[in-house]
Nanobody
Framework: QVQLVESGGGLVQAGGSLRLSCAASGSFFSIVVMGWFQQAPGKQRELVATITSAGTTTYADSVKGRFTIPRDNAKNTVWLQMNGLKPEDTAIYYC???????????????WGQGTQVTVSS
């Protein structure tokens, strides 16, 4: 099994910063990709940012220039550095990982428990 443990959410004023972290643990061959999704009340879960094991990143247009997604492959950990936060960034943020259990395996998706980020105006 694979577990993703998140931390770092909270309440912040508009314009402020937060740093989320997500650490993967368990027995697996490799983590192909890690990333973050957000889910606001009444909305679908949406991609925020991803990073592959090679360091290739993808960002939602709404967070480009404000958020970054550093990753430490050796520690199986990914962060979401959120700067210039806006009230519309308020959501539950979920970490996810695409995990292989052997070299020929496809990537299995795992999710963290979610962490609340609230941005006040």
């Amino acid at each position: 099994q694979v577990q993703l443990v998140e931390s770092g959410g909270g309440l912040v004023q508009a314009g402020g910063s937060l740093r989320l972290s997500c650490a993967a643990s368990g027995s697996f061959f490799s983590i192909v990709v890690m990333g973050w999704f957000q889910q606001a009340p009444g909305k679908q879960r949406e991609l925020v940012a991803t990073i592959t094991s090679a360091g290739t990143t993808t960002y939602a247009d709404s967070v480009k220039g404000r958020f970054t997604i550093p990753r430490d492959n050796a520690k199986n950990t990914v962060w979401l550095q959120m700067n210039g936060l806006k009230p519309e960034d308020t959501a539950i943020y979920y970490c996810y990982a695409g995990v292989r259990f052997n070299r020929q395996d496809y990537a299995h998706t795992y999710w963290g428990q979610g962490t609340q980020v609230t941005v006040s105006s």
